[in-house]
């Protein structure tokens, strides 16, 4: 363990303010502390990160790489000061300087270079492999701006820029020296050469340059420092000429301006895939320079290389692999075919046909021409390859190109040797339906690998008393090896442990209840139910749903004045794809509604809803351990797996759901007594759609609380929701409720009544919370970045072979 005094720390965050701001540590900002501290951290995981580099580059150890388009780290400080056993040191030596750590905490921007799930999940990876002492690394973009801030202006979701760079980013070091060039458009052609083979050669290209900007991905207390290594665009002196337009000089430069969000509409796209083109090149030609730095051969490249496509966005790593194998190193297509494929790996994160990524094909040509041969290519040889196989129909459905449309998941699979699914029914889904033809054909390159979570960032980091009430119960072990947590089933009858996990449970949600009120201004009660549901607002996560419970909620209050129930607070954290206009009107009217019951003096305060703005990483951390109930209510067969739920049962949260995702194995571990099952089975679902029968507007004429609940969207009964009301009134009902809301209605209410119920008796209720964390370990990213490891990746930690 690295040691350092309170001493020699303060003189390290003395020498960094006068050096960078000329300022006295007692005349310094929150912000200028903040800054110092940063760097002096950086300085001492620095001297680990070159150990690790040096250490894998001795050993020749082999090394995953994860492409991803997104990643979604948050706050680094208190992660990177608990990893390298620094946390305690730095909180006190701070708290002697009357300097609260939190108020320093606070000043860090949010990385928030995601969407949402799947850049998240990629962070906690990184959290992961770098714990588990394996050789990983992360590859993707460094964009100027990052997902969007969220404002809500009468009742309307607004979206600011996310100029998280402004200050500087502390924890990254821009490398010049592996800068490299990424070529875009123009013409190829072939020349003969002397020995008669063709080398391929451009015209009229335009060269961007590609710089790496790394940061540490510190493991806990191992010593390990692995990098994500993330890409910033510039324009190359050599080409500033070239530029026809300043125009076309912009479109460039812009190339990592904005992450994407989740939905881009058709106009954007032409950069989307300059920016997938960018990354994906910049990451392989840095990975294979790596290699030949090592000397060995080709043909053990995927002995020393694992590279992983996170979704499709990366799957260009494929033919870009190939083009470097065949027009540089000059291997036979044979030879660089069979390499790529063992080298790549792929996972699948969605089973919503609308979001299986395609691209045109004329696109694709004008933009990586040599990209587009290369994927025609391999099509062809696909269809060659498999035509004395399979059906024709079966090779014309999974083929690579259909005609003008390229299939982006089509080439990951065919391209790779493992494709995985995120939760087990999801991967079923992937064979059963989804990709079922894929799966006739190559049924051994699909597996699951159910997702998980960072443990210590969303307990140890995120709810310290509870923390505190696991170490005084069970020891600390729980923080390296979560399957530990189980520990705490021996208390289950200890009604001092269940109190004072009550305790724990209760300080997290009064601060919360705090941090509402200084945010919103709205008073909510530390006693009611706390009823979360945080993620990205889309239709078929049923956010809906929840708020037609609301609605019946308050109009069974309304009927009857003199009935209590007890209290609940209904939050909820969501951002919308600024094009999602459907998603943006189900802001509207939640808003909408939160005024009018919030402000409604005859229902006693006995319901709240708090819409918070902005959800991101560091207001998950402030809301999951303060939930009581944890909304999980997807339509099933929807959710690939879902990880608030992991994070939400970890802090004691009851789960709320239908069997989908990652829900089935959270009731799989905790059993069905301690979670709260409502709605239609996947089996259910799909039965309907193979029927042709579902009817909404059946359901809606057979049951009046429906009718009052939909009725009150075109009514008035909810003020200033005239459009959006009625455009929710008619997909519910003129375009016959595509996720099934009205069908799962009456079960979820039932559902939400048990929770009432069950609430009531505090010591079960507090006796399932500790079922739900004692048996959250199985979802933790150590053990799902283990089993990519085992099973994907194939590789290990350093020096493993020296232990054996
Ligand atoms: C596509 C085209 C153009 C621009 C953006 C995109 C885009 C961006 C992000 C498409 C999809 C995403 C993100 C998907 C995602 O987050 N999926 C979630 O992944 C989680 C981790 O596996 C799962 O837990 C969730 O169930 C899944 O929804």
Redesign the pocket.
């Known amino acids: 363990m690295f040691m350092l005094t309170k001493k020699e720390l303060i003189a390290e965050l003395r020498k960094n303010l006068q050096e960078d701001y000329a300022i006295e540590l007692e005349d310094a900002t929150s912000e200028e502390i903040f800054f110092s501290l940063g760097s002096a951290i950086k300085g001492i995981s620095n001297q680990k990160w070159q150990k690790t580099w040096k250490n894998y580059l001795k050993e020749q150890q082999k090394q995953v790489y994860y492409f991803s388009i997104?990643f979604l780290p948050g706050k680094l400080l208190k992660s990177n000061l608990l990893n390298l056993g620094l946390y305690e040191l730095v909180k006190e030596t701070l708290a002697d300087l009357t300097i609260d750590l939190e108020e320093i905490v606070e000043q860090e921007k949010d990385m928030a270079l995601g969407?949402?799930?799947?850049?998240r999940?990629a962070s906690c990876f990184m959290d992961a492999i770098a714990s588990k002492g394996l050789p990983g690394n992360g590859n993707g973009i460094r964009y100027n701006y990052g997902l969007f801030k969220q404002q809500f202006v009468d009742g309307y979701q607004v979206e600011l820029p996310d100029d998280w760079l402004k200050k500087g980013n502390v924890w990254e070091i821009r490398r010049d020296s592996k800068a490299v060039d990424v070529h875009y458009g123009g013409n190829v052609f072939f020349e003969k050469k002397e020995d008669g083979h063709l080398k391929v050669q451009y015209e009229n290209q335009r060269i961007l340059r590609a710089v790496p900007y790394d940061t540490g991905m510190i493991g806990y207390q191992n010593n390990i420092v692995n990098t994500m290594r993330l890409w910033g665009v510039e324009i190359p002196h050599s080409e500033e000429g070239k530029y026809r337009s300043i125009e076309e000089r912009r479109v460039l430069e812009d190339i990592t301006a904005v992450l994407?969000?989740?939905?881009?509409n058709e106009k954007g796209r032409c950069i989307?895939l300059i920016q997938e083109y960018f990354f994906v090149s910049a990451g392989i030609q840095s990975i294979l320079r790596y290699y030949q730095r090592l000397g060995l051969s080709p043909s053990l490249l995927s002995e020393k290389i694992a590279i992983h496509i996170n979704?499709t966005h990366p799957a260009l790593c494929i033919p870009e692999f190939m083009r470097i194998l065949l027009d540089e190193w000059e291997l036979s297509w044979e030879q660089a075919w069979d390499i790529t494929s063992k080298v790549m790996s792929y996972t699948n994160?969605?089973i919503l046909a609308e979001?299986l990524?395609k691209w045109p094909i004329s696109l694709m040509k004008n933009v990586v021409p040599r990209m587009f041969q290369i994927i025609e290519e391999i099509d062809r040889r696909y269809v060659l390859s498999m035509s004395a196989i399979h059906s024709d129909e079966l090779i014309q459905r999974t083929r690579i190109v259909q005609g003008s449309t390229i299939h982006m998941a089509h080439l990951a699979i065919i391209g790779s040797h493992s494709t995985n699914g995120?939760a087990k029914l999801h991967s079923d889904l992937l064979k059963s339906v989804v990709l079922h033809d894929f799966y006739v054909i190559f049924p051994d390159r699909f597996n699951n690998k159910t997702?998980g979570i960072a443990q210590r960032r969303w307990l140890q980091l995120a709810n310290e008393p509870l923390s505190k009430v696991l170490d005084d119960t069970i020891g600390h072990t729980w923080r390296q090896d979560s399957s530990n947590l189980k520990l705490l089933m021996n208390y289950q009858k200890d009604t001092s442990v269940l109190a004072k996990l009550a305790a724990a449970k209760q300080t997290k949600k009064i601060e919360l209840a705090d941090f509402i009120e200084a945010n919103t201004g709205i008073i909510v009660n530390p006693e009611a139910i706390f009823d979360v549901q945080i993620k990205r607002l889309h239709a078929y996560k049923r956010q809906l749903l929840n708020l037609l419970h609301i609605l019946k909620q308050y109009f069974d209050l309304k009927d009857h004045p003199e009935k209590r129930i007890h209290p609940r607070v209904y939050i909820f954290g969501a951002k919308a794809a600024p094009s999602y206009h459907y998603a943006k009107s189900i802001i509207k009217v939640i808003n909408e509604v939160a005024s009018l019951i919030n402000h409604d003096a005859t229902i006693h305060d006995q319901i709240k809803i708090i819409f918070l703005p902005n959800y991101n990483v560091s207001l998950a951390e402030k809301i999951i351990p303060a939930a009581d109930v944890s909304e999980q209510i997807s339509l099933a067969s929807k959710?690939?797996?879902?990880?608030s739920n992991m994070k939400l049962m970890l802090n004691g949260a009851i789960t709320l759901a239908t069997l989908d995702?990652a829900n089935i194995e959270i009731r799989d571990a905790v059993g069905d007594e301690n979670i709260v099952i409502f709605g239609l089975s996947e089996a259910q679902v799909y039965a309907y759609y193979e029927n042709k029968n579902y009817s909404s507007i059946e359901i809606y004429e057979k049951n009046p609380m429906i009718q009052r609940v939909l009725n009150a969207f075109i009514n008035g009964e909810i003020p200033n929701i005239e459009q959006e009301g009625r455009e929710i009134f008619d997909s519910l009902l003129t375009y016959n409720d595509e996720y099934f809301l009205l069908r799962d209605f009456d079960s979820y209410c039932a559902a939400q009544s048990r929770i009432e119920q069950e609430y009531q008796n505090s010591t079960d209720w507090q006796r399932r919370c500790l079922i739900n964390i004692a048996n959250a370990g199985v979802f933790s990213a150590d053990e799902t970045v283990q089993q990519y490891a085992d099973d994907i990746w194939h590789i290990e930690p350093l020096f493993a072979h020296e232990s054996k």
């Not at 969407?115 to 850049?119: E, H, R, S």
């Not at 959710?639 to 990880?643: P, Q, R």
């Open positions: 997104e969407n949402g799930g799947l850049g999940l994407y969000p989740d939905d881009s989307r979704d994160h969605t979001a990524e995120v997702n959710e690939a797996s879902g990880t995702g």
